[in-house]
């Protein structure tokens, strides 16, 4: 059976536009419906995946994922024709809710409803019976889905917590071989999600994009300068409830539409929100530490009342935009509560759309989760996709084609010397991570590399962290990781300590605190990148690599040979390594510069 799953609300932007001309940029991005993208699977596994952004250039976008759903076909195969059902990370049905003011109206009539679904389904696909082919999935069970079914746990305990489905804004759910059901729902009013976005809003950053920028700024700040202001953020009452004090203050439709009600009250609680072009200040770093603190202590009291409430098993799966948070990830591993956690590497809203596609598989065909490695479901390229794309280049650039030992070699090489190189091989990873096929690739030891990939390379503010790629079999020599726990930060979603013999030592990539977001690397599921990390560990004494994704400020992961050379041509990148060939400025000198 081939089950195509779909995310994304085609209308959402549009229409919130219309409702309400004027607005900045943040205030358009308070919609559901962003992070738009395609999987198809069968009872074989995951075939393919692709967000919308990596086709269209539009970071984030909800736009119906046309260009993601062909790439998906292509990869497979396949055609719309072979696909039994098309599944919607959502499932929005009438509600009372929907009646409460014109704009909750609108929202249901125009954008929610399935026959809205089937309108934009027709308009691009007008040959298909999609009454009979189209089905929606309640949008934290795709969430569940996507990282029950993916988990290779028996059974688990799994924790969704994002800003809102269609009326929760955190759900505990528990999996059981095939099965998988809602044990406990939080309310919107509630939501940790929002929460999140709305103080990344207030310290001046894009909500619904940028709350990673607000994790990385916390360990900057003092969680304790505003303990008792925090208390208005979250506050925790009897039998596990949250309160989200700070969200009651969005009164009218308008202020529920942009949280003007509330960033008015962290106002008052905090200070002048800064403005986006404003620089960053202690008191912005103490309040990014003070919502990360509450919000890691939320997180443990959901699951901790989850256990006594019965939650059996002692694994964990986590979705959501909430499990994109990495620092909580690693507290929530360390916390005793559970032996295994698996979070989805595509924990976002992009990733319904693979949650969407194996809920309704698993519904039609029972089976127990299978444990899945990396998340290389996107495109892969030929040599002559990348010849074509390197023909553009003038005589400023020198392109070597080289053997595999030849090339990692001589990338190894680069990288010691200080260099920068761009990563560009085999399928595109699906989700938010480069994991060692789209990658900007430095050394980790370099003093000052941080820095420079920062203000130069990537463009973007200093406080932000990097993570390492480290050999998965040498990962515990440099890093607090739990034994036998390696295969779990494969896909670079905890953070945990650099040991202290080796924090001064590796710069580039330990955070103010003494942590790292790592990304262990085993050979099996990443041979290429593997034998890079090997040949650098074999030529400095440390198998490992600052590893960023490959895009520049603005921009998502690039996708295609073009792309790729584009990128690389418009940045001050050193290098490029592509498929076989290796790609440098003719002004350098160093390594394979000199050797066509």
């Not at 996107?378 to 023909?391: H, S």
């Not at 990148?573 to 160093?590: E, F, H, P, Y």
């Amino acid at each position: 059976m081939l089950v195509l799953g779909i995310s994304g609300l085609d209308r959402s932007m549009s229409v919130k536009k219309e409702m309400l001309p004027g607005l900045d940029w943040r205030e358009q991005r308070v919609v559901q419906g962003l992070d738009s993208a395609a999987a198809l699977v069968s009872e074989d596994g995951v075939l393919a995946a692709s967000a919308q952004e990596r086709h269209d250039g539009n970071k984030g976008t909800g736009a119906f994922p046309v260009d993601a759903i062909e790439a998906c076909l292509r990869t497979a195969g396949v055609s719309l024709d072979d696909v039994d059902v098309v599944a919607h990370g959502f499932r929005y049905e009438p509600s009372p809710a929907f009646e409460r003011d014109a704009f909750a109206r609108r929202w249901f009539d125009d954008v929610y409803r399935r026959e809205v679904q089937l309108d934009v389904l027709r308009a691009h696909y007008p040959d298909q019976d999609w009454e009979s082919k189209f089905t929606g999935v309640r949008h934290h069970l795709a969430h569940a889905a996507s990282a029950y079914h993916l988990s290779g746990f028996p059974d688990a305990t799994v924790l969704v917590a994002d800003g809102m489905g269609e009326t929760e804004a955190t759900s505990v759910l528990h999996g059981d071989g095939p099965d998988l059901r809602f044990a406990r729902t939080y309310p919107v009013s509630a939501s940790l999600g929002i929460l999140y976005s709305v103080v990344t809003q207030y310290l001046g950053f894009l909500p619904g994009m940028d709350e990673y920028k607000v994790m990385g700024l916390a360990p900057y700040g003092d969680a304790g300068r505003y303990a008792d202001q925090a208390e208005e953020l979250v506050r925790h009452t009897s039998g596990g409830r949250l309160v989200v004090p700070v969200l009651a203050h969005d009164k009218s439709p308008v202020e529920r539409e942009t949280h003007r009600g509330a960033i008015r009250r962290l106002e008052e609680l905090f200070g002048p929100a800064r403005h986006p072009q404003a620089p960053v200040e202690s008191r912005h770093m103490d309040i990014a530490a003070a919502l990360q603190r509450r919000l890691e202590e939320s997180l443990l009291t959901v699951l901790r009342t989850a256990v006594e409430e019965g939650a059996r098993s002692r694994n964990l799966c986590m979705a959501g935009g909430v499990a994109l948070n990495c620092t909580a990830n690693g507290l929530i591993a360390r916390s005793g509560l559970f032996d295994r956690v698996f979070v989805q590497p595509a924990s976002g809203d992009d990733g319904t759309a693979l949650g969407a596609a194996l809920a309704e598989l698993r519904r039609r065909v029972p089976a127990p989760p299978a444990a899945m490695t990396m998340p290389y479901w996107g495109e892969e390229f030929g040599a002559a996709d990348i010849d074509a794309a390197l023909a553009g280049l003038g005589p400023d650039y020198r392109v070597c084609e080289l053997s595999e030992d030849a090339l990692l070699a001589e990338v190894s090489a680069l990288i010691r010397a200080g260099k920068v190189v761009s990563w560009f091989q085999g399928r595109m990873e699906f989700g938010p991570r480069a994991l060692g096929n789209r990658s900007i690739l430095a050394d980790p030891t370099a003093p000052g590399m941080r820095a420079h990939l920062n203000a130069v390379v990537k463009q973007r503010e200093e406080f932000r962290p990097f993570a390492p790629a480290v050999l998965a079999e040498e990962a515990h020599t440099y890093f607090e990781l739990e034994p036998e726990r390696e295969s779990m930060y494969r896909h670079m979603l905890f953070v945990t300590r650099v040991r202290p013999a080796y924090q001064e030592r590796l710069p580039s990539i330990t955070h103010v605190d003494g942590s790292a977001r790592v990304q262990t690397v085993d050979r099996a599921t990443a041979p290429r990148f593997w034998k890079l990390i090997r040949r650098v560990g074999d030529d400095s004494g440390i198998p490992m690599v600052v590893n960023t994704s490959f895009n520049l400020k603005g921009q998502p992961i690039v996708r295609t040979p073009e792309e790729a050379v584009a990128t690389f041509a418009r940045s001050t990148l050193d290098a490029l390594a592509i498929g076989d060939r290796l790609v440098t400025r003719s002004a350098d000198d160093t390594g394979a510069a000199g050797r066509d």
